[in-house]
Structure formats: C-alpha cells, structure tokens
C-alpha cells in the first residue's frame, strides 16, 4: 500500500504519462496522421476522463462505498469506451489525405527523376 | 418455408401460453385494506363503512367516548403501468390527514423516485380545494410524471368526493380529467406526423432529404420522449393493453395516443414507424453507431436467428409474468428507464453499458437482439401476413 501513499506513485504516473503522450504522438507520425492542437486537446480531455474513472472508483472503494464504486464505475467505464472510440476516430481525421499528399509527392519526386 | 412454418406453431403456443395467463392471472386475491385505511388516517382507531366506498374513521376518547375524526375514500386512477389504488383521508375540517397508496404497478425504479412517504408527508395537512398539481402548487419529480400525475389525481378525486358526499362541504372544481391534448400529446401527434413524412412520396424520391429528415425526427424523439418526458413505449404499455387496464380517456390520452401511433400503421400498410422513426433509444444506438463509424460489424446469420428466438422468448416471459401477476411491470428488463434517469440496479447499469458499447460496432443491438417490443411487432407481423395468405386463399378458391 505504501506505493500508492508515497510519491513513488505520482513519478511512476508522470513517466507513464509522458510514455504514452510520446508514444500516441510517434504512432500517429508512422500513420501518416497529422496532429494539430485540437486533436491534442482531444486527447488529453480522453485521459482526463479515464482518469476520473479510476479515481471515482479507487476513492468510492477506499471510502468502502462499494455500490458507489459499482454503479458510477459502470457508468463512467461506459462513458470512457464511448468517448474513446470517438476521440480515437476524430484522431484518424486526415490520414487519407496525409496518405495521398504523400503518395502524390513521391510520384512528382519520381517523374523529376 | 419451413421456418414460416415454425414461427406459425410457435406463435400459435406463444397465443396460448398468454390466454392461459390471462385466465389463471384473474384469480387474484383480495387486498387488505385496513393498513392502508389506518394511514390515510393515523389518528383513528377504527374504521366503519359509511357509503359506497367511505369509511368513518372513529376514535376511542377518554371516558367511553366515540369520535368521527374523519374520513377516508380508496380511488382508482392510472399510472404508467397500470391502475393506482389510492386511500386518501380527510379530516373533519376538510384538510388532508393522510395518503397511502394501497396499490400500484408501477416499474420500481420510477416509483422510488418519488419517494412517496417524504412526498405524502409535503400533502398532508393541505386543504381538500388545494389543485395538488406537480410543478405548481406542489414539487414534480422528474422521469416520473405520470405515476406522480396519478397519484395527485387519486388525491385531488378523494378529497372531494369525501368533501362533498361525507361532510357536506361545497366543491367548486369541476371533475377533472376532461379530454385535453397537452405537451406530451402534441409531442407525440407531431413526431407520428413527421414519421409518416419520412416515409410519404415526396422524400421517397430524395433519399439525402429523406435522410436529413429522419435523423431530425429521431433527434427529437431522443431529446423529447427519452429525455424531456421520460415516457417511451414499453412492453409495460403492451402489457397493460393485453391485461385491459385502459388508463382513463382524457387522463392518459398519451397512453392511447402511443399505442394507436405505434400498432396501427404496422397493422394497416407494415410499417413500424415508432421503432424506425420515433424510439428514442433507437436513436440513441443510431447516435453512437454514427459517432464510431459506419464501418458495420456483421455477426453470423445462424447467431442472428439464435438470438432472435431468444428475445422472442424473453419478450414472452415478460407478458406471461406480467399476466399471471395482474401487473404489467413484473418483469420489467427493458434498459430505456435506466438510460434516460440513470437510475437502476448494478445488473440494469451493466446490461445498458454492454448495450451501448456493442452499439458501436453493431446496428441497433438492443432493438435486434433483446427488446421485447421487437419480438410484439415481429407477431403483428406474422398474424398480418398469415390474415393475408389466408384471404387471398379463401378468395381464389371462391372465384375458382
């Protein structure tokens, strides 16, 4: 339990969350996916939520308000898949076309050869 | 042609299992009133009959005296989900001394939410001329209108009934409950009335307008039905058309309203224009389908029929339990209570999140795979098709 007291916690989440911070942001460059700040934003209000989900529950169960923990875990778990599909499809805006700009590029670069 | 066949013998059983429900669910038994009488007036010791359905409430006083310290009348109203017995009492100054309500069948989670003994104890003491109408003289309880409507009216039809018949006092309202259209009513007309549009000639030939058009109307129905009024079709209403609790004309012309919009076209010209066009946790699944992608998950065709049965079998057991136990709410599994009040057991917030997660990835889950009223309006439309079959039939052979 010690770990969840002690700041040991909070390093290990900031390392995490910069792990994933990078990570989404070198997928994203792989997949030819651009990234402007509102998709950033998108994302980070994402977590934030995901978040709040574990807090609701990790605090409601601490607490020992087990319905609590069940029902508003249920109903914010619901609420997180949802709002995650749908930021992760608001994400994929502009692939195609990065994808196709892309393709385009290489082929004028191949006629000038 | 061999499942036409089938779904012709399993709907013949299913016809029988209801009628023989209907038949062994008379066979109630009789409330106790007396609990009942005794909280409508706490201050009597016991009760007498005084007139059709009144009953003088007397107290022992000290020295052998016998006081009439009021009285109390059981009036019968409709709810959501069928008749309310309600006992109401009167004091002897004409003022309300109690409520208790003797019966109901109401869906539980609805019913909670007026918390009737904090809600009672705010009418007690009123004076019987009082309107007791929800949002204006007294508090409304949101996602519970109906049930709270009936429970004022039982209220207000008691009050006066023991003011004028048992003391004698002058009554100046007029009977309530005559016909009116109100905002639920016209909600209703106008979403039937742009369904029918979706579906007219006109959009027919523009499949973008048409597209436009139906998106709005089940927006609205969302918005309006399931959030606003938080009165959609349920099998409830099934039920308690099935059971023959008719709500009063006038009282719950929503309840009529509803039931005629949504059966008669699908019996007329085959049309289900409430499922299509107006229910609004279809358009809630339509929502979160829309929001993920259109990219379609399609399960097996063999799985689709399983668990097409499946919900047919539920949507059985649902009206044989409500018929057996004279209560339309009995097996009440339909998750549009919970999605529009957040209101439920773990078991009912768990199957709503499995719902609405799965509507991502599949179109319309809860309306394919478990809602009863799909299973009803499947029937309807076996019955409508097998009438045809047979009308044709009997006309050819007579021309022959």
């Known amino acids: 339990m010690w770990f969840f007291t002690s700041g040991a916690f909070w390093f290990a989440e900031g390392v995490l969350f910069v792990l994933a911070m990078i990570g989404l942001k070198i997928r994203m460059e792989d997949r030819g996916v651009p990234m402007p700040l509102w998709k950033w934003i998108a994302a980070m209000l994402w977590l934030l939520l995901l978040g709040f989900t574990i807090a609701f529950i990790g605090t409601s169960v601490g607490e020992n308000e087990l319905v609590a923990a069940q029902k508003g875990g249920i109903v914010f778990s619901v609420i997180c898949v949802i709002a995650g599909v749908v930021v992760w499809r608001l994400l994929q805006i502009g692939k195609i076309r990065a994808c196709q700009e892309l393709a385009d590029r290489s082929g004028d670069e191949d006629e000038s050869i | ?400």
């Open chain 2, 1 to 400: 042609m061999k499942m036409r066949v089938f779904e012709r013998i399993a709907g013949v059983v299913a016809l029988i299992a209801v009628i023989a429900a209907w038949i062994i669910g008379g066979f109630g038994s009789q409330k106790d009133l007396s609990a009942s009488l005794k909280r409508a007036l706490p201050m009597a010791s016991r009760f007498e009959p005084a007139g059709d359905g009144i009953y003088a409430g007397h107290a022992d006083l000290l020295g052998g005296l016998d006081l009439v310290v009021g009285y109390v009348t059981i009036t019968r109203t409709s709810g959501y989900g069928g008749p309310m017995q309600v006992a109401v009492g009167l004091n002897r100054f004409g003022k309300l001394a109690g409520v208790s309500v003797v019966e109901h069948k109401e869906t539980p989670p609805f019913y909670n939410r007026i918390k009737i003994d904090d809600y009672i104890d705010k009418l007690v003491g009123k004076p019987h001329s009082d309107n007791f109408t929800p949002g204006d003289d007294i508090d409304a309880v949101s996602g519970a209108t109906v049930t709270l409507t009936a429970l004022t009216t039982a209220v207000r039809r008691g009050g006066d009934r023991l003011a004028s018949e048992a003391l004698g006092l002058e009554v100046s309202r007029s009977e309530i409950g005559n016909s009116h259209i109100g905002f639920p009513e016209l909600v209703l007309i106008l979403l039937f009335a742009a369904s029918f549009l979706t579906y007219s000639r006109p959009l027919g030939d523009r499949p973008k307008a048409r597209k436009i058009f139906s998106w709005v109307t089940r927006l609205a129905g969302l918005a309006l039905i399931g959030f606003v009024l938080t009165i959609p079709l349920s099998i409830i209403n099934i039920n308690s058309l099935l059971i023959g609790y008719a709500p009063d004309w006038g009282v719950s012309n929503y309840w009529y309203l509803m039931i005629v919009g949504a059966l008669l076209p699908l019996i007329l010209v085959n049309k289900d224009v409430y499922c299509q066009c107006i229910c609004p946790f279809g358009a809630a699944q339509d929502l979160l389908k829309a929001g993920a992608g259109e990219r379609k998950f399609v399960p097996p065709k063999r799985a689709v029929i399983a668990l097409r049965w499946v919900q047919r079998a539920l949507a059985l057991t649902a009206i044989v339990t409500g018929l057996l136990y004279r209560n339309p709410a009995r097996l009440d599994y339909e998750v549009f209570g919970t999605f529009f009040t957040l209101t439920g057991t773990v078991v009912q917030l768990a199957l709503l999140g499995v719902v609405l997660i799965a509507s991502l990835f599949l179109v319309r889950p809860w309306c394919g795979f478990l809602c009863p009223l799909r299973a009803v309006s499947d029937y309807v439309r076996m019955l409508r098709l097998w009438g045809l079959e047979t009308a044709r039939r009997l006309a050819a052979e007579s021309k022959a």
